[in-house]
């Protein structure tokens, strides 16, 4: 029973409270941690970026919504392949991304909690060690699958 409680008792110490205030602001656990602003995202837009920065405007995170008409999953629905949404998160000093699952209208909350809950933020600043963790762990596997399936079929030919 007390390790039930010790393991109940460290799970919502864990748990984070997160929110996005009315001028942009991360808050986690009560303290800002940084700011975030949406460019687009609105219903049947073509552009959805959201701009992480730090207290001085300096950019963090970058996180970019994409598309793609997944072939390998056609349904009655969608003979041509399913849409499929997701993130591309960018880091200051990293040529590295990281993609994840999106729903096609994201919100600053939803990205905000991504970034908290990876704990891709610590006082105030990217935390290079769980950034490469993020992105080590995410990959890019929404864009090498519209890769794969946008590559021509390879035609061989033997004599």
Not at 65 to 89: H, M, N
Not at 95 to 124: G, Q
């Amino acid at each position: 029973m007390a390790l039930l409680l010790a393991v109940g008792m460290t799970a919502m110490a864990q748990r984070q409270k997160v929110a996005v205030g009315k001028d942009g602001e991360i808050i986690v656990n009560g303290d800002t941690v940084a700011y975030i602003e949406k460019e687009g995202c609105k219903l049947l837009s073509s552009e959805c970026v959201f701009t992480i920065v730090d207290e001085n405007d300096d950019l963090l995170i970058t996180v970019r919504q994409e598309s793609f008409t997944d072939k390998d999953r056609r349904s009655r629905e969608f003979p041509d392949g399913t849409p499929t949404a997701y993130l591309v998160f960018s880091f200051r000093g990293s040529d590295e991304v990281a993609e994840v699952d999106s729903p096609f209208s994201p919100k600053e909350e939803s990205v905000a909690k991504l970034v908290a809950r990876h704990r891709l933020i610590k006082d105030r600043q990217l935390d290079p060690e769980a950034v490469r963790q993020f992105i080590t762990a995410n990959g890019t596997r929404f864009s090498d699958r519209e890769r794969q399936q946008n590559q021509p079929p390879a035609i061989i030919i033997q004599r």
